[in-house]
């Protein structure tokens, strides 16, 4: 059966354990002085609200029960119901399995500290998975992986709010799965992997983020099949047109039946958890909200993250690094002649289609962010499904920042393909932004 589109080239398993181990010995570097034992993570959420639900459940589970009612909190908590709970999420579990005997709470904080750690990990190894599909340059794609695992956003405040670190991990893997799938459409492990992520990603206990990840799958699951049906309207040998057409239009057809069943399979994996959710949520004080409860996000001077990180917030979620942002700018200035200059990329999708797409993705995530300081979000509050039941509307800065690392990967595997002038061009232009914003912002 002919394939949709142009095949990747092999990943080999040797490259892939490569990039994950490095990505491990980065994070073992920078996360020393916590894995060491000399300091913790600081006190809040994480040793307050994480703790103790770890805690809980692993004094269940020796006793040899499900974790479904905690009866230490007030009158008692419907604790399994609680998607940050995370019972079923298979990360935290495999981390309290292989240390279910230690019950101190010490040690218990360090084990649920290392966890995040791993996560931090599998977060640049699955945007590495990613970026090396789209660019086909393993050194962008390692790049990319790195400057997401040590953005502003996942080294600040993700790890101490252990839900949301658990939940974003999964987007950039979700959607290497699905351009996969898109690749080879009667592959059936590609599909059932991105519904098995999908189910994850809900499991991992953190609700707004998890519909980020529905909104950005449901996009780029439009993109891949806009381009399935691009590629069946190429010029073919007038012999073989009607063939080629219909098979091209089938195999369109088996792409999206295969997206479908993506949905459902996400679903129904992921129901045990899903069902009494949404009747614990529908009981508790956050069903019925007001928009000035739900607006807040960033004021608008707060975009000089981007530029200067710790200036005017503890936090700094947009930052990844005035290099990384350097290769945005190349990114972004390849566009036009992104055939010519990534030609070694994969045919899977289109570089220039790539490169809107997550452009689009971060810009759009970053007018978000605003919540009623901009005008995005109010228009979303109003139409969009999901947006008017949660508040913070700064933790879009999630899709921002993997949206501009996987552009940094686009302009990292650029430059060997672009032309010198065009290159001095786009620096100047980027140096002349960076000077003048630091300029205004002093």
Same mark, same amino acid.
């Given at each position: 059966?002919?394939?949709?589109?142009?095949?990747?080239?092999?990943?080999?398993?040797?490259?892939?354990?490569?990039?994950?181990?490095?990505?491990?010995?980065?994070?073992?570097?920078?996360?020393?002085?916590?894995?060491?034992?000399?300091?913790?993570?600081?006190?809040?959420?994480?040793?307050?609200?994480?703790?103790?639900?770890?805690?809980?459940?692993?004094?269940?589970?020796?006793?040899?029960?499900?974790?479904?009612?905690?009866?230490?909190?007030?009158?008692?908590?419907?604790?399994?119901?609680?998607?940050?709970?995370?019972?079923?999420?298979?990360?935290?579990?495999?981390?309290?399995?292989?240390?279910?005997?230690?019950?101190?709470?010490?040690?218990?904080?360090?084990?649920?500290?290392?966890?995040?750690?791993?996560?931090?990990?599998?977060?640049?190894?699955? /945007?590495? #998975?990613?970026?090396?599909?789209? &660019? !086909?340059?393993?050194? +962008?794609? =390692? %790049?990319?992986? @790195?400057?997401? $695992?040590?953005?502003?956003?996942?080294?600040?405040?993700?790890?101490?709010?252990?839900?949301?670190?658990?939940?974003?991990?999964?987007?950039?893997?979700?959607?290497?799965?699905?351009?996969?799938?898109?690749?080879?459409?009667?592959?059936?492990?590609?599909?059932?992997?991105?519904?098995?992520?999908?189910?994850?990603?809900?499991?991992?206990?953190?609700?707004? /983020?998890? #519909?980020?990840?529905?909104?950005? &799958? !449901?996009?780029?699951? +439009?993109? =891949? %099949?806009?381009? @399935?049906?691009? $590629?069946?309207?190429?010029?073919?040998?007038?012999?073989?047109?009607?063939?080629?057409?219909?098979?091209?239009?089938?195999?369109?057809?088996?792409?999206?039946?295969?997206?479908?069943?993506?949905?459902?399979?996400?679903?129904?994996?992921?129901?045990?958890?899903?069902?009494?959710?949404?009747?614990?949520?529908?009981?508790?004080?956050?069903?019925?909200?007001?928009?000035?409860?739900?607006?807040?996000?960033?004021?608008?001077?707060?975009?000089?993250? =981007? %530029?200067?990180?710790?200036?005017?917030?503890?936090?700094?979620?947009?930052?990844?690094?005035?290099?990384?942002?350097?290769?945005?700018?190349?990114?972004?200035?390849?566009?036009?002649?992104?055939?010519?200059?990534?030609?070694?990329?994969?045919?899977?999708?289109?570089?220039?289609?790539?490169?809107?797409?997550?452009?689009?993705?971060?810009?759009?995530?970053?007018?978000?962010?605003?919540?009623?300081?901009?005008?995005?979000?109010?228009?979303?509050?109003?139409?969009?499904?999901?947006?008017? %039941?949660?508040?913070?509307?700064?933790?879009?800065?999630?899709?921002?920042?993997?949206?501009?690392?996987?552009?940094?990967?686009?302009?990292?595997?650029?430059?060997?393909?672009?032309?010198?002038?065009?290159?001095?061009?786009?620096?100047?232009?980027?140096?002349?932004?960076?000077?003048?914003?630091?300029?205004?912002?002093?």
């Amino acid at each position: 059966m002919r394939r949709l589109f142009s095949s990747p080239r092999t990943l080999p398993a040797a490259t892939a354990v490569f990039a994950a181990l490095l990505l491990a010995l980065l994070a073992a570097v920078f996360y020393s002085p916590i894995l060491l034992g000399i300091r913790t993570f600081p006190d809040g959420d994480f040793t307050h609200h994480f703790l103790p639900f770890s805690l809980f459940q692993q004094q269940e589970l020796l006793s040899g029960r499900l974790p479904v009612w905690n009866p230490y909190t007030y009158g008692g908590h419907p604790f399994l119901a609680d998607v940050q709970a995370a019972v079923f999420y298979p990360i935290s579990n495999l981390v309290l399995g292989l240390t279910l005997p230690f019950t101190d709470a010490g040690v218990r904080l360090y084990f649920l500290e290392v966890e995040a750690i791993v996560q931090i990990v599998l977060a640049g190894f699955f /945007t590495y #998975l990613l970026v090396r599909d789209l &660019t !086909g340059s393993r050194q +962008a794609a =390692l %790049l990319a992986g @790195a400057l997401f $695992a040590f953005s502003g956003y996942l080294t600040g405040y993700p790890p101490l709010q252990l839900a949301v670190l658990r939940t974003a991990i999964w987007l950039p893997l979700i959607l290497w799965l699905l351009l996969r799938m898109a690749w080879a459409p009667h592959r059936w492990r590609w599909g059932i992997g991105a519904g098995g992520g999908l189910a994850v990603s809900f499991l991992a206990g953190h609700s707004q /983020t998890f #519909l980020y990840i529905v909104y950005v &799958t !449901g996009a780029w699951m +439009a993109v =891949l %099949l806009g381009a @399935a049906s691009g $590629a069946k309207r190429k010029p073919v040998n007038p012999s073989t047109s009607s063939t080629s057409s219909t098979s091209s239009t089938h195999q369109t057809a088996l792409l999206l039946g295969k997206f479908v069943l993506v949905v459902v399979l996400a679903v129904g994996l992921s129901a045990a958890q899903w069902l009494p959710s949404v009747e614990f949520v529908a009981e508790s004080v956050r069903a019925n909200v007001d928009y000035a409860f739900v607006s807040g996000g960033f004021p608008l001077q707060d975009t000089w993250q =981007l %530029l200067m990180p710790g200036v005017l917030t503890q936090f700094s979620p947009l930052y990844i690094g005035v290099v990384g942002l350097g290769l945005v700018v190349l990114a972004l200035g390849a566009w036009p002649v992104a055939a010519s200059v990534l030609a070694g990329a994969p045919a899977i999708l289109k570089a220039r289609w790539g490169i809107l797409f997550f452009a689009g993705m971060a810009l759009v995530a970053l007018l978000l962010a605003y919540g009623g300081n901009g005008f995005l979000y109010p228009v979303f509050y109003r139409f969009a499904p999901g947006w008017s %039941l949660f508040r913070g509307q700064e933790r879009a800065a999630y899709l921002v920042a993997l949206g501009l690392c996987v552009l940094a990967g686009y302009g990292a595997a650029a430059i060997p393909g672009m032309a010198l002038r065009r290159r001095a061009r786009l620096a100047t232009i980027y140096i002349v932004l960076v000077a003048a914003g630091v300029y205004v912002l002093g």
